[in-house]
């Protein structure tokens, strides 16, 4: 073999450096020794050429390419047999070698032997590959030439390192290193990585970047680890190097030691690289994972990357515009750079998480194991959202992690808009993952949850191009078309922002929105309002003459449905218009900041408003309905203050003047007609003269419209002129109400004689012609009460708020007769089921409650009920008297109607009397406004003080009375329930009416959840001065019964009263507090402010207190109610509050304080409803009871007290009476007790831990010492099925024994596995006491298959599997401690639940079974196990250990 005359490391280092340093002083010369002729063939005799030539390639001189003549296989073959067959090998290499050393030295004939052959050969009759390789890297693939040329090669590449470019574009450095990639096989790879390296530390830096970035593909992988070595020691040295060192390393096969090294190395520096080198760096971090320390590297990782400080202001507006401009190149290439810099970045972290299983489970982890919101970075959003994107198997632990982030605060608003405002360039190509991750957080049933998915479609269409727009709104259109209410309101509620923020963009893509006009049968009436406001305000907006086209749409799409013969189309087209009035009327003065110096519309505006008003009106004028539907929707649009005063003018002076006209009559007036009921002035509030004065006409209205008809009498007012309905009477007053309140700036001066005048009745006492009345005339008299009490409900809340005491006293008369005229009707319907009222909202959703006949009673009330009080409780006027004070809000326990007649009766004194309740007929009264509760400024007085003359003095101090009170409180309760607390099912199905619950409701949702609770907090300072003066009324009824609420002298209606006007309070306080709004940080002030309300109460402090102390505060305010309590709701709704507001405090201690709470009210005996009868409701002590359970230190301790000490004295106790200890613990309630104890016991021994052999002996006595209390407490519970053995007892005793069973072989097994040796006495004792309570499980399944009972016997399968499964694991224990013997076989029979013997057995079963009582006889303890599946057989298994034997029976 050829000698290969290695130097030394050190010569050959100074040899390349001192030809380096040559070559940089002295330029090689590009012309050569011998002068040569371009373009012709190479005539040398060398043993070079000749060779060459004998083997294929001709070499050229000058430019011209070298030819090869046969295949570069062939060459090499060829080649390589003429080397070592010749005469003179091996020294004919060192010749040949010498030849290529003396061709080279011109530069030309080796620019030529680097640069690839010409292939003189047909490529069809090639067969290596198709591209022909140079002449240096054909040698190099000879096995006998490859060390002397690579030698060769790196001795004369010095000469080219400091060189520029030749004129002809080549890199000679880069050319010569490209020669040795990819190299079939390396002859001698360790001297190759040597000269390499000595290259690499002599080169300018541009050369070094790549040299290194060849490494990968000229090392041998035997060369991987060494290069890595002296790489990694470089990276310390150099950091210029570092982007290319990291490159290649990533792509070399290394050690991991060695590869953290260096991660840790290059985590350190991350801060301080630049942007662009930042993708090659987390490259390699993310390439150099492993699953053990994934997310330690990724949580340092995400800590020290932050995007935030590398994009600059200026590059963020730069990207904006160029996403605005479409594409437009940034006024400045570094800006640009930097964002390409950050795509980058991001594709290589995409790439990571897509093909890297680990990678993404980390990052996710690292990101929930965040638990600080500040702590959480634009980084962490970005990551979970391409995470979504990519990894489909992620999908669900991405939501699941951002559900719970949202929740918690942690991922809020300004975080996310930062997000996409960086990254917006990254986000859009993964725009179709995040509307669709947008589009699984709308399913959800957090609120908050819900507005985070709406902030993804906002800020995709706010940040993202003209594509991603249209699929954000066809996105928000599907969400509308879904049928899904949460769903529908979210996304019209994105869009509305939508318009707002970007309106021009929007009018693009107002095509999709015109297409939710077909969807409109869907959509309740308050979403049909967004909706045309949505369209109005595209049609309208005078920006863009774009626009017309919409308009046109939107005028014929109003005219079409205000036209149509169908009723409901018809009152969505008076919705519409009055919404398209509204952007019409208000386009021109909102563009001026509403001042008034612009309000007026000019003659083309207000012709069109007016032109569209009369076409509304002339559509709706022939139906009272429609015709009271459109003076609701312009009510509530002037009222949002958006209509412009000259239409407001119009408006007004059209309604006033159509008021007066329809409705008003002077007073000395004697309405004509012959209505068989004498006509009379009442409820006048002052005294009129005969000529002057006026009245409300109702009862003529009434009559014309309802008796002339059909009693075939034709008034003379309807002969003349078209009918009025009265129907319309309360909606127009409510409409010109609100015209004046506009235009007077609150002043009701104007029509302030409506409120005084009387109404045009006849005497509405039944008395005795009750029963004498024909069935029209109670249907007249309930119709007229119906329209008396909205005119009356509608005077209220148009004159709550005047601040004269007159009108107040006044406007508290008119809340006295609505309470007179509510018992007057309930009167009335009581001999009338059948009737229908007139309706009093005419939304959309209030058409469907009507009952379609008059034939069917009882189905008809029980429509009514089912559609107007089951999904929402009850309207603002249900419950208005003491009759139905009992009702409670959160439909836990309604009284039943027998309860609440047998509490009318207490009230009435007529026992045999029917009472009907009017809650089932809430929907056919006008609401009240949220305004009207500052009536609740009144005091309170507990006698009826009030008298008829109030209102002629003054100076009289106007207070509130209890009936009146309790009036209000029902009613702000029910929108307290509607407005704050979600809906318990809030998915109806597609075709069920899904407005019911917001029937009466109209004017409440008008307003945010927001405004609300800013409202119910003004109002929090009354309504706890009435919660005081209600304490104080029954602490002092306490002290004068001695201590006794319901004592004799105590008046049974006011006690009833005050106790509903009690809980109605704790029950608003209570949905206020357990607001799902207040998490949200933009409602925190709201919270603060609703609980200084509370702390102030007990004395003045300090403004801006923490909240901590606050809260502390106000949680030993409302617990000092506890005395006064009056009845079990109260005290469940109080402990609720409790809880409620304790929820919000980081501190603990308060948990002893309400199971402290808890016990003293499960303790107390509350007063009944009727003799002999409780009125604690199942639901409320269940869960009271299990309150008590989840709050108290010790569950265990607990459960023993009750079942151990309650019960015993129950059972001793007479049939009628209850424990001493536990008042509320009754026969009848003793299954409630049961049920709660077994669950909460399962529950409790779930989370006892098994532990391991490992743990101390204290711990293991501790856990035997719990496993002893709960296995006794199970045995006391499982053996009072042998007293109280009802159905409901054994169903719970079947699910919750089996449970218990299940986690005893968990739990507990594993425990006394390794306890056995050290504590057998207390392992013993435990098993005795099990296998006593497992047999009397197995009595308990023979007793379910005896009476054949489906719902016992279901449990039994599973109950014997598992007690099979306790016997084969004892066993188990006995065997791992040496205790085989210790096992042995018996019999056992089925036996009832009280030990007698199912006798369908034979006598051979018989003998067995006397056998097996012969045997417990002499052995103190026994484990016996059912072993057949039928009833009639089954075996036993018995445990023995030398002197005690213990058992344990299936």
Request: with cysteine; charged share 25%; proline share 3%.
């Given at each position: 073999?050829?000698?290969?005359r290695?130097?030394s490391k050190t010569?050959?280092?100074?040899?390349?450096a001192?030809?380096?340093?040559k070559?940089?002083?002295?330029?090689l010369?590009?012309?050569?020794?011998?002068?040569?002729?371009?373009?012709?063939?190479?005539?040398?005799?060398?043993?070079f050429?000749?060779?060459?030539k004998?083997?294929g390639?001709?070499?050229?001189?000058g430019?011209?390419?070298?030819?090869?003549?046969?295949?570069?296989?062939v060459?090499q073959?060829?080649?390589?047999?003429?080397?070592r067959?010749h005469?003179?090998?091996?020294q004919?290499i060192e010749?040949?070698?010498?030849?290529?050393?003396?061709?080279?030295?011109d530069?030309?004939?080796f620019?030529?032997c680097?640069l690839?052959?010409?292939r003189?050969?047909?490529?069809?009759s090639?067969?290596g590959?198709?591209?022909?390789?140079?002449?240096?890297?054909?040698?190099?693939?000879?096995?006998?030439?490859?060390p002397?040329?690579?030698?060769t090669?790196?001795?004369?590449l010095?000469?080219f390192?400091f060189?520029n470019?030749?004129?002809?574009g080549?890199?000679?450095?880069?050319?010569?290193?490209?020669?040795?990639?990819?190299?079939?096989?390396?002859?001698?790879g360790?001297?190759?990585?040597?000269?390499?390296?000595?290259?690499?530390?002599?080169?300018?830096?541009p050369?070094?970047h790549d040299?290194l970035?060849?490494?990968?593909?000229i090392?041998?992988?035997?060369?991987?680890?060494?290069?890595g070595?002296e790489?990694?020691?470089?990276?310390?040295?150099?950091?210029?190097?570092?982007v290319p060192?990291?490159?290649?390393?990533s792509?070399?096969?290394?050690?991991?030691k060695?590869?953290?090294?260096?991660?840790?190395?290059?985590?350190?520096?991350?801060?301080?690289?630049?942007l662009?080198?930042?993708p090659?760096?987390v490259?390699?971090?993310?390439?150099?994972?492993?699953?053990?320390d994934?997310?330690?590297?990724?949580?340092?990782?995400?800590?020290k990357?932050?995007?935030?400080?590398?994009?600059?202001?200026?590059?963020?507006?730069?990207?904006?515009?160029?996403?605005?401009?479409?594409?437009?190149?940034?006024?400045?290439?570094?800006e640009?750079s930097?964002?390409?810099?950050?795509?980058?970045?991001f594709?290589?972290v995409?790439?990571?998480?897509?093909y890297?299983?680990t990678?993404?489970?980390?990052?996710?982890?690292?990101?929930?194991?965040?638990?600080?919101?500040?702590?959480?970075k634009?980084?962490?959003?970005?990551?979970?959202?391409?995470?979504?994107?990519t990894?489909?198997?992620?999908?669900?632990?991405?939501?699941?992690v951002?559900r719970?982030?949202?929740?918690?605060g942690?991922?809020?608003?300004q975080?996310?808009q930062?997000t996409?405002c960086i990254l917006?360039?990254?986000?859009?190509?993964?725009c179709?993952?995040?509307?669709?991750?947008a589009q699984?957080?709308?399913?959800?049933l957090d609120q908050?949850?819900?507005?985070?998915?709406?902030?993804?479609?906002?800020?995709?269409f706010?940040?993202?191009?003209?594509y991603?727009q249209q699929e954000?709104?066809?996105?928000?259109?599907?969400?509308?078309?879904?049928?899904?209410?949460?769903?529908?309101?979210?996304?019209?509620?994105v869009?509305?922002?939508?318009v707002?923020?970007?309106?021009?963009?929007?009018?693009?893509n107002?095509?999709?929105?015109?297409g939710?006009?077909?969807?409109?049968?869907?959509?309740?009436?308050?979403q049909i309002?967004?909706?045309f406001?949505?369209l109005?305000?595209?049609a309208?907006?005078?920006?863009?003459?774009?626009?017309?086209?919409?308009?046109?749409?939107?005028?014929?799409?109003?005219?079409k449905?205000?036209?149509?013969?169908?009723?409901?189309?018809?009152l969505?087209?008076i919705?519409g218009?009055?919404?398209?009035?509204?952007?019409?009327?208000?386009?021109?003065?909102g563009?001026?900041?509403l001042?008034?110096?612009?309000?007026d519309?000019?003659?083309?505006?207000s012709?069109q408003?007016?032109?569209?008003l009369?076409?509304?009106?002339s559509?709706?004028?022939?139906?009272?309905?429609?015709?009271?539907?459109y003076?609701?929707?312009?009510?509530n649009?002037i009222?949002?203050?958006?209509l412009?005063?000259?239409?407001?003018?119009?408006?007004?002076?059209?309604?006033?003047?159509?008021?007066?006209?329809?409705?008003v009559v002077?007073f000395?007036?004697?309405p004509?007609?012959?209505c068989?009921f004498?006509?009379k002035a009442l409820?006048g509030?002052?005294?009129y003269?005969?000529?002057d004065?006026?009245?409300?006409?109702?009862?003529?209205?009434?009559?014309?419209?309802d008796f002339?008809k059909?009693?075939?009498?034709?008034t003379?007012?309807?002969s003349?002129?078209?009918?009025?309905?009265?129907?319309?009477?309360?909606?127009c007053?409510?409409?010109?109400r609100?015209?004046?309140?506009?235009q007077?700036?609150?002043?009701?001066?104007?029509?302030d004689g409506?409120?005084?005048c009387?109404?045009?009745?006849?005497d509405?006492?039944?008395?005795?012609?009750?029963?004498?009345?024909?069935?029209?005339?109670?249907?007249?008299m309930?119709?007229?009460?119906?329209?008396?009490?909205n005119w009356f409900?509608?005077?209220?809340?148009?004159?709550?708020?005047?601040?004269s005491?007159?009108m107040?006293?006044?406007?508290?008369?008119?809340?006295k007769h609505?309470?007179?005229l509510?018992k007057?009707?309930?009167?009335?319907?009581?001999?009338?089921?059948?009737?229908?009222p007139?309706?009093?909202?005419?939304?959309?959703?209030?058409?469907?409650?009507?009952p379609?006949?008059?034939?069917?009673?009882?189905?008809?009330?029980?429509?009514?009920?089912?559609?107007?009080?089951r999904k929402?409780k009850?309207?603002?006027?249900?419950?208005?008297?003491?009759?139905?004070l009992?009702?409670?809000g959160s439909?836990?326990?309604?009284?039943t109607?027998s309860?609440?007649?047998?509490?009318?009766?207490?009230?009435?004194?007529?026992?045999e009397?029917?009472?009907v309740s009017?809650q089932?007929?809430?929907?056919?009264f006008?609401e009240?406004?949220?305004?009207v509760?500052?009536?609740?400024?009144?005091?309170l007085?507990?006698?009826?003080?009030?008298?008829?003359?109030?209102?002629?003095?003054?100076?009289e101090?106007?207070?509130l009375g209890?009936?009146?009170?309790?009036?209000?409180?029902e009613?702000?309760?029910?929108?307290?329930?509607?407005m704050?607390?979600?809906?318990?099912?809030r998915?109806?199905p597609f075709?069920k009416?899904?407005?019911?619950r917001?029937?009466?409701f109209s004017?409440l949702?008008?307003?945010s959840a927001?405004?609300?609770?800013h409202?119910?907090?003004?109002?929090?300072t009354?309504?706890?001065?009435?919660l005081?003066?209600?304490h104080?009324?029954?602490?002092?009824?306490?002290?004068?019964n001695h201590?006794?609420l319901d004592?004799?002298?105590m008046?049974?209606q006011?006690y009833?009263?005050?106790?509903?006007?009690?809980q109605?309070?704790?029950?608003?306080?209570?949905?206020?507090?357990?607001?799902?709004?207040?998490?949200?940080?933009?409602?925190?002030?709201?919270?603060?402010?609703?609980?200084?309300?509370?702390?102030?109460?007990?004395?003045?402090?300090?403004?801006?207190?923490?909240?901590?102390?606050?809260?502390?505060?106000?949680?030993?305010?409302l617990?000092n109610?506890?005395s006064?309590?009056?009845s079990?709701q109260c005290?469940?709704?109080?402990?609720?509050l409790?809880?409620?507001?304790s929820?919000?405090?980081?501190?603990?201690?308060?948990?002893?304080k309400?199971a402290s709470?808890a016990?003293?009210?499960?303790?107390?005996?509350w007063?009944?409803g009727e003799?002999?009868?409780?009125?604690?409701c199942?639901?409320?002590l269940h869960?009271?009871?299990c309150?008590?359970?989840?709050?108290?230190?010790?569950?265990?301790k607990?459960?023993?007290?009750?079942a151990?000490?309650?019960?015993?004295?129950l059972?001793n106790?007479?049939?009628?009476?209850?424990?001493?200890?536990f008042?509320?613990?009754?026969?009848h309630t003793?299954?409630?007790f049961?049920?709660?104890?077994?669950a909460?016991l399962?529950?409790?021994?779930?989370?006892?831990?098994?532990?391991t052999?490992?743990?101390?002996?204290?711990?293991?006595?501790?856990k035997l010492?719990?496993w002893?209390m709960?296995?006794?407490?199970?045995?006391?519970?499982?053996?009072?099925?042998?007293?109280?053995?009802?159905?409901?007892?054994?169903?719970?005793?079947?699910k919750?024994?089996?449970q218990?069973?299940e986690?005893?072989?968990k739990?507990?097994?594993?425990?006394?596995?390794?306890?056995?040796?050290k504590?057998?006495?207390?392992?013993?004792?435990?098993?005795?006491?099990?296998?006593?309570?497992?047999?009397?499980?197995?009595?308990?399944?023979g007793?379910?298959?005896?009476h054949q009972?489906?719902?016992?016997t279901?449990?039994v399968?599973?109950?014997?599997k598992t007690l099979e499964?306790?016997?084969?694991?004892?066993?188990?224990?006995?065997?791992?401690?040496?205790?085989?013997?210790?096992f042995w076989?018996g019999?056992l029979?089925n036996?009832?639940?009280?030990?007698?013997?199912?006798?369908s057995?034979?006598?051979?079963?018989?003998t067995?079974d006397?056998?097996?009582?012969?045997t417990?006889?002499?052995v103190?303890?026994s484990?016996?196990?059912e072993g057949?599946?039928?009833?009639?057989?089954s075996?036993?298994?018995?445990e023995?250990?030398s002197?005690?034997?213990?058992?344990n029976?299936?």
């Open positions: 073999m050829i000698s290969k290695r130097l010569d050959d280092k100074e040899n390349l001192e030809d380096a340093s070559a940089k002083k002295q330029p010369s590009k012309k050569t020794k011998k002068s040569r002729v371009h373009n012709e063939v190479e005539e040398s005799d060398s043993v050429v000749e060779l060459l004998t083997s390639i001709i070499l050229k001189t430019e011209s390419q070298n030819q090869l003549a046969v295949d570069q296989i060459f073959k060829k080649l390589f047999q003429m080397l067959k005469p003179s090998y091996p004919i010749e040949f070698i010498s030849g290529l050393e003396s061709y080279i030295e530069q030309d004939c620019r030529n680097l690839s052959c010409e003189l050969q047909d490529e069809e090639s067969m590959t198709p591209y022909s390789k140079s002449l240096i890297k054909l040698l190099l693939g000879i096995d006998l030439l490859q002397a040329i690579i030698k090669l790196f001795e004369k010095p000469e390192l060189e470019e030749n004129s002809d080549l890199n000679m450095p880069r050319l010569i290193i490209s020669q040795l990639k990819w190299l079939d096989r390396i002859v001698d360790k001297d190759l990585t040597t000269k390499f390296m000595q290259l690499l530390s002599i080169a300018p830096v050369l070094q040299f970035t060849c490494l990968p593909e090392l041998g992988d035997s060369q991987h680890a060494e290069v070595k790489l990694s020691e470089l990276l310390m040295t150099s950091t210029p190097l570092t060192i990291l490159d290649v390393l792509s070399l096969q290394l050690d991991r060695l590869l953290s090294k260096v991660r840790q190395l290059v985590m350190g520096k991350l801060s301080a690289v630049r662009e080198d930042l090659v760096i490259k390699f971090i993310l390439h150099t994972l492993t699953s053990t994934a997310v330690e590297v990724i949580s340092e990782l995400r800590e990357l932050d995007l935030q400080h590398c994009i600059l202001p200026s590059q963020l507006q730069a990207s904006q515009s160029k996403l605005k401009s479409k594409g437009k190149i940034s006024s400045s290439n570094q640009s930097s964002q390409d810099c950050v795509i980058l970045l594709d290589v995409k790439s990571a998480v897509r890297e299983k990678v993404s489970e980390a990052w996710i982890k690292a990101i929930e194991n965040t638990t600080s919101g500040s702590d959480h634009t980084l962490d959003v970005a990551m979970l959202l391409i995470i979504y994107s990894n489909n198997q992620t999908k669900k632990s991405i939501e699941r951002l719970n982030k949202v929740r918690s942690h991922i809020q608003e975080l996310l930062h996409f917006s360039l990254v986000l859009k190509d993964i179709p993952s995040i509307l669709l991750l699984s957080l709308l399913h959800s908050s949850v819900i507005s985070f998915g709406s902030l993804l479609y906002k800020y995709a706010k940040f993202f191009d003209t991603c954000v709104v066809g996105a928000l259109v599907s969400h509308i078309c879904s049928g899904n209410d949460a769903e529908v309101d979210t996304a019209l509620n869009l509305l922002e939508l707002v923020l970007n309106l021009s963009a929007m009018r693009l107002a095509v999709f929105v015109k939710i006009l077909d969807y409109l049968d869907n959509l309740s009436p308050q309002r967004k909706l406001y949505i109005s305000t595209l309208f907006s005078k920006e863009h003459a774009a626009s017309s086209h919409i308009e046109d749409d939107m005028h014929l799409v109003i005219r449905q205000l036209s149509s013969t169908i009723f409901k189309y018809k969505i087209g919705i218009a009055v919404t398209m009035v509204g952007i019409m009327a208000a386009d021109s003065s563009s001026s900041s001042t008034q110096g612009r309000t519309l000019n003659n083309e505006q012709t408003v007016t032109s569209l009369q076409l509304v009106h559509c709706s004028e022939q139906s009272p309905q429609a015709c009271a539907l003076y609701d929707e312009f009510a649009l009222q949002g203050g958006k412009a005063p000259k239409a407001l003018e119009w408006v007004g002076q059209t309604v006033l003047n159509n008021f007066q006209d329809a409705f002077d000395d007036v004697v004509e007609g012959d068989p004498p006509v409820y509030l002052e005294e003269s005969s000529h004065g006026i009245a409300v006409n109702l009862l003529p209205l009434l009559f014309s419209q002339a059909d009693w075939g009498r034709m003379s007012q309807e003349d002129q078209k009918l009025i309905s009265p129907l319309c009477l309360a909606s007053f409510r409409l010109l609100l015209c004046v309140e506009k007077y700036n609150g002043n009701l001066e104007e029509i409506l409120l005084d009387p109404i045009f009745l006849t509405l006492e039944p008395g005795e012609r009750l029963q004498s009345m024909s069935a029209k005339e109670h249907s007249f309930c119709s007229l009460i119906f329209l008396t009490l409900r509608e005077i209220v809340n148009a004159f709550c708020q005047q601040t005491s007159e107040k006293g006044k406007v508290l008369t008119r809340l609505i309470m007179e509510q007057i009707l309930e009167e009335y319907l009581a001999v009338n089921p059948n009737y229908v007139p309706l009093a909202n005419f939304d959309l959703e209030a058409l469907d409650i009507t379609p006949t008059n034939t069917a009673a009882s189905s008809k009330i029980s429509q009514i009920g089912k559609k107007g009080g929402r009850a309207d603002d006027s249900k419950m208005s008297s003491p009759d139905t009992s009702k409670e439909s836990e326990c309604d009284p109607p309860d609440r007649s047998q509490l009318e009766k207490g009230f009435t004194g007529k026992e009397k029917m009472t009017l089932n007929y809430h929907a056919f006008r009240l406004d949220i305004e509760f500052s009536i609740l400024h009144c005091g007085v507990t006698k009826f003080t009030l008298d008829t003359e109030m209102h002629t003095e003054a100076t101090v106007v207070q209890p009936t009146e009170l309790l009036f209000l409180l009613d702000l309760s029910q929108k307290v329930e509607n704050l607390t979600p809906p318990a099912a998915r109806v075709f009416n899904k407005g019911s917001n029937i009466g004017h949702h008008q307003r927001q405004e609300i609770v409202c119910i907090i003004q109002l929090l009354p309504m706890c001065n009435h005081e003066n209600i104080n009324y029954f602490q002092c009824l306490a002290a004068e201590g006794v004592g004799p002298g008046k049974v006011d009833h009263i005050m106790s509903s006007c009690y109605r309070l704790l029950q608003i306080f209570h949905g206020l507090f357990a607001w799902s709004g207040f998490f949200q940080p933009e409602n925190h002030n709201l919270l603060y402010s609703a609980l200084e309300v509370l702390a102030s109460r007990l004395e003045e402090g300090e403004h801006n207190q923490p909240l901590e102390e606050i809260l502390s505060q106000s949680f030993y305010y617990q109610f506890q006064s309590i009056p079990f005290a469940l709704y109080l402990i609720r409790l809880i409620i507001v929820e919000k405090s980081a501190a603990t201690q308060r948990r002893e309400i709470l016990r003293q009210f499960l303790c107390r005996v007063p009944n003799k002999e009868k409780s009125n604690i199942n639901d409320q869960s009271l009871l309150i008590y359970l989840e709050h108290t230190d010790s569950v265990l607990a459960i023993e007290e009750i151990g000490i309650g019960v015993p004295e059972i106790s007479p049939k009628d009476a209850s424990s001493s200890t008042p509320t613990l009754t026969r003793f299954v409630i049961f049920h709660v104890m077994m909460e399962e529950k409790t021994v779930k989370g006892l831990q098994a532990g052999a490992a743990d101390s002996q204290k711990v293991h006595e501790e010492l719990h002893n709960a296995v006794r407490d199970f045995s006391i519970l499982i053996n009072l099925i042998k007293v109280f053995d009802s159905r409901p007892v054994l169903h719970v005793c079947l919750y024994g089996r218990f069973v986690t005893f072989l739990q507990c097994m594993p425990l006394l596995d390794f306890s056995f040796r504590h057998r006495e207390d392992v013993l004792s435990l098993l005795e006491t099990f296998q006593l309570d497992t047999r009397l499980l197995h009595h308990l399944c007793h379910s298959k005896i009972d489906m719902r016992l279901k449990h399968p599973l109950l014997k499964l306790l016997v084969c694991r004892v066993k188990a224990m006995l065997i791992l401690n040496n205790c085989r013997e210790a076989l019999n029979k036996r009832d639940l009280q030990g007698e013997e199912i006798m057995q034979n006598s051979q079963e018989s067995a006397e056998s097996e009582d012969d417990s006889s002499q103190s303890k484990k016996e196990k057949g599946e039928e009833d009639a057989v075996d036993g298994e018995k023995q250990d002197d005690e034997s213990d058992d029976s299936d």
